[in-house]
């Protein structure tokens, strides 16, 4: 189409994000460095602060269908998900809404009613906030939670032999949005399930703390960038590689793409937004691990181990394909699943 | 002109604020309550987690002029602001940044270290963050540090008779903005002081610190919305009034306001953004409080005291005046200082 790509484009968020640190000046002895998933700073006897901050933004990050309590909700959801994939309780949630001049006062009672929900279904409070007059729907988010430094799960631990697990099925989000986008179809049930993938995600808090209480966990992040994507942060921050050999695609997603003629396995790998935890756990701890999830009503799904190599492999019955890092930037990237 | 203001105009950031605290549950034994200028938490043995979040937007916050290091700056200083009101000293910041596709890539530089200068400025280091694509610049910070419990300064605990002092003189932001948007004259120098206002605001942390050790303080709140706001938020919190006979007006705005045959008083009341610490302070501890402050390089100017009486009056040789309670909320407001 002859699209020139701007340099926003060009870079991605993440190279954005990238050219920003450059200028950052380091803390001197950070708990845990620049790139993981939240910030921390020492709060002396060993306990640490816990920060995250997460910004939404209506046309990039809100599909069309979602409605602004869900958007609240979401943008709240999401920074807890990065607390409990390291293991960390959250107590406090700030959020910065910027509203559009256009915005009625229903709408604006929506925001408020989601911003607490989402805070309240994790056990935390909005304990306080701004908002501003915005172009477009915003809604920056800031949780907030103490943690014992033994007990944080970095992105950097991971170690070859590891287990790979993760806390749920994937590719039910990119089908969601199929569904909101593209208009395919699908059966009421289906459709149903699929769609609340995109529009109620889940923090995985309670298999979180449940894992890094086993101390079982090596290296931890959330999957909102996708599976691919988290893989390759964990390689990249531990030196490994992966071989995945035990794909956890949602029977919703293999539904749907059979029904579309999607490749489910894409579906899986290089969606994003569906916020399960991507776990390396010590193979001699395993059981425990499977355990304590159980017992706070979730489940912990092996997928596959760390390797020595750096390489990260998806191996099925047929083929063994190399995993790309790919993954999710918003929900307006062109190259999803097809 | 018959414009027909839109809900956000008529309801203002305020009251969009007061509407989203309606629906939120409150934290039972939260520290410190919903309004004041920062949330905490507690984090036991005394001490308090103490958190600010607030929103720059690119059409209501940034004036033409400022370019975006500074915009980046002042989007953490403005946040290190209400710590030092506080008695708060930060130690990190949170960033998330939406960018507009058409940014340059220095453009996307000039605001990582704009954001690094304003928290190295005050010692604090920018600990981690998140970038969107937005429609317009948004930068969202967020401020946090530990103090302990009895050294934090509410809003709520002025007291009759207690003495009211600023740490600076006001007007000169008003001014700098009516040179910046309406092209009103100026000589050099006074061009350079005013417009340095509005661009390169400094938050009074030090002053803020010293302060609070001192425990002569019983209120204190940030300027950032006026002096006539500040007082009346103090007033709302601690329950009383205030007469102010001492009005600090800057000598660089009371110059140019002669120039232009504008009111220096409501100049000084009303503008905003200046950043200077409002505070009360029991008069047997004024002096401790006027040499620390002192000594750490600021000054601390006696502008009125407290009353019982819940009125807040501005007491001139020639004349006694109400106090509106009017503030400033973002620099394209209208009726300033005319």
């Given at each position: 189409m002859g699209h020139v790509l701007t340099l926003a484009e060009e870079l991605g968020e993440r190279g954005i994000i990238e050219i920003i640190l450059k200028h950052l000046d380091h803390m001197p002895d950070v708990p845990i460095s620049f790139g993981d998933d939240v910030s921390a700073i020492a709060l002396g006897d060993g306990k640490l602060g816990v920060l995250k901050t997460d910004m939404l933004v209506g046309?990039?990050?809100?599909?069309?269908?979602?409605n602004d309590w869900q958007a609240a909700r979401k943008a709240v959801v999401m920074n807890i998900s990065d607390l409990a994939a390291k293991g960390v309780k959250p107590t406090a949630v700030l959020a910065s809404v910027g509203i559009p001049k256009d915005f009625t006062k229903r709408q604006i009672e929506q925001i408020g009613k989601g911003l607490n929900a989402g805070a309240r279904e994790y056990d935390?409070?909005?304990l306080g906030g701004d908002t501003n007059e915005a172009a477009d729907l915003v809604i920056s988010c800031t949780a907030f939670g103490v943690v014992e430094e033994q007990y944080l799960i970095k992105r950097s631990g991971a170690q070859p032999d590891n287990l790979v697990a993760v806390t749920g099925f994937f590719g039910k989000t990119s089908c969601g949005l199929k569904i909101m986008l593209d208009n395919l179809s699908a059966s009421p049930g289906l459709r149903r399930a699929l769609i609340k993938a995109v529009l109620m995600p889940q923090a995985r808090l309670k298999e979180g703390l449940a894992i890094a209480k086993t101390r079982a966990a090596t290296a931890s992040v959330d999957s909102s960038d996708g599976l691919a994507w988290s893989l390759h942060e964990i390689s990249k921050a531990s030196n490994v590689g992966f071989i995945i050999d035990?794909?956890?695609?949602a029977p919703e997603a293999r539904e749907f793409a059979d029904i579309h003629d999607l490749d489910s396995t894409k579906l899986s790998l290089y969606?994003?937004?569906?916020y399960e935890l991507v776990v390396t756990l010590k193979p001699e701890l395993w059981q425990d691990a499977i355990e304590v999830v159980k017992s706070v009503g979730g489940v912990l799904v092996k997928i596959g181990r760390v390797t020595k190599e750096k390489r990260l492999i998806l191996k099925t019955k047929r083929k063994t394909i190399p995993i790309q890092p790919k993954g999710w930037e918003h929900f307006r990237q062109s190259e999803l699943g097809t």
């Open positions: 046309k990039t990050d809100i599909p069309p269908g979602m935390a409070y909005v035990n794909l956890p695609v969606g994003g937004e569906e």
